[in-house]
């Protein structure tokens, strides 16, 4: 299976995975769905360089700002 995302939805998504992952908080019921959801974070962190960028939390702002704006 592939799923499609644009750079900002990516980055969103990342950066909401590694956030509730670091405070052990991902909104699981089974240890599958928390293995999905590193496996997610894992692929993510493969592609994304924003992470390493020294503006990384005001690219993380601007890019919710588009998602939401559509």
């Known amino acids: 299976m592939k799923i499609e995302l644009n750079d900002d939805e990516a980055l969103v998504l990342f950066d909401w995975l590694q956030r509730e992952d670091k405070r052990d908080?991902?909104?699981?019921?089974h240890q599958a769905?928390?293995?999905?959801?590193w496996s997610i974070l894992c692929q993510l962190?493969?592609?994304?360089?924003?992470?390493?960028?020294?503006?990384y939390d005001k690219l993380v702002?601007?890019?919710?700002?588009?998602?939401?704006?559509?």
């Open 61 to 70: 702002a601007a890019a919710r700002d588009r998602v939401v704006e559509g």
């Open 33 to 37: 769905e928390k293995t999905v959801l």
């Open 45 to 55: 962190e493969k592609v994304l360089v924003q992470p390493f960028r020294n503006d």
């Open 25 to 29: 908080a991902l909104p699981t019921e």
